[in-house]
């Protein structure tokens, strides 16, 4: 794991930022806090994603957001002007669904119980997952007699649990009852842990919220996919096979994008464009601590005029 201990770089002239560019080939960019606020793109951020890409840059943006698949997030970042393929989109049920069909060879008869939005079904089914679950409970009421009505599913061989907004008791009855059958070993996997979920009016309950009762009442742990786990950076590079010593990891977090990049063991750049400031990232106390800091990702095309 790279060292926590070390000050961080400040990149604060052109010269730096060229220097610290040339070290790398690949980006893993986080988007809210480091590209964007709301639908706001972020002062130069527009210049330096084409200068980087002209100059053969790897760009791949990654979000632990799984309720879209990549195919709408392409739609998104077309609002806000940003150019994206799916290709250069890794989010959190991607990697989730990288991982059920490369890492475990997820068995063609075995079907994926989903607690989640759309955007899982779509990344299962596009590597040929089937699921069940996601939108077949929304608005269910549950009465006492209808514990019968729970049966035991052979056909799954995974309980997948991201955000979702129609989250209930049946669905969470169906997940205990498919992880609880101790004849056949089901993967428990969370897209996130994120204790909350960020909407344009507010900061309400997150993934790792939402999925509690399930992890308290088995005693189990599920896997978790997304930033700041391991996981997910072994799926990005199983994927994409880019050398992890010129791939840094960029963003506004220390406990989710910089813990991320430490995890795998690559470089991180802390931008200060979103929710953590410079001081914090230098506290002596801090165990998290970036390769680099930077004022705004923009910051970097002033490098094509230099």
Known sequence: MVSSTSS?????SVQDYKTFLDKFDTFLLDCDGVLWHGNH??????????FLRKNNKKLVFVTNNSTLSRANYVKKFQKLGIVASEEDIFS???ATAVYLNTIVNFP???????IGESGIVDELNDVGIQCKGHSEDNGAVMGHVDFETIEDDPSIGAVVCGFDININY??????????????????FILTN????????????PGTGSLVQPLIHSLKRQPLVMGKPNKPMLDCFFSKYKTDPARTCMVGDRLD???????QGNIATLLV?????????????????KPTYIISSFGEFAKVENF
């Not at 961080?8 to 604060?12: A, H, T, V, Y």
């Not at 063609?108 to 989903?114: A, L």
């Not at 842990?193 to 309400?204: C, E, L, Q, R």
């Not at 989710?256 to 430490?262: A, L, N, S, V, W």
Request: glycine share 6%; aromatic share 8%.
């Open 108 to 114: 063609s008869d075995k079907k994926v119980f989903v």
């Open 256 to 262: 989710t994008d910089i813990e991320f990049g430490r």
């Open 41 to 50: 793109v972020l002062d130069g951020v527009l210049d330096t994603i084409a």
């Open 193 to 204: 842990a994120d204790a909350t979920f960020p909407s344009p009016s507010g900061i309400y």
């Open 170 to 187: 049946r669905k969470l009855a169906k997940a205990y009852k498919y992880l609880s059958n101790k004849e056949s070993a089901v993967h």
């Open 92 to 94: 959190s049920a991607f």
């Open 8 to 12: 961080p770089e400040r990149l604060s």
């Open 272 to 288: 200060l464009t979103g929710v953590t400031h410079e001081e914090d990232a230098l506290k002596p106390e801090e165990p998290i």
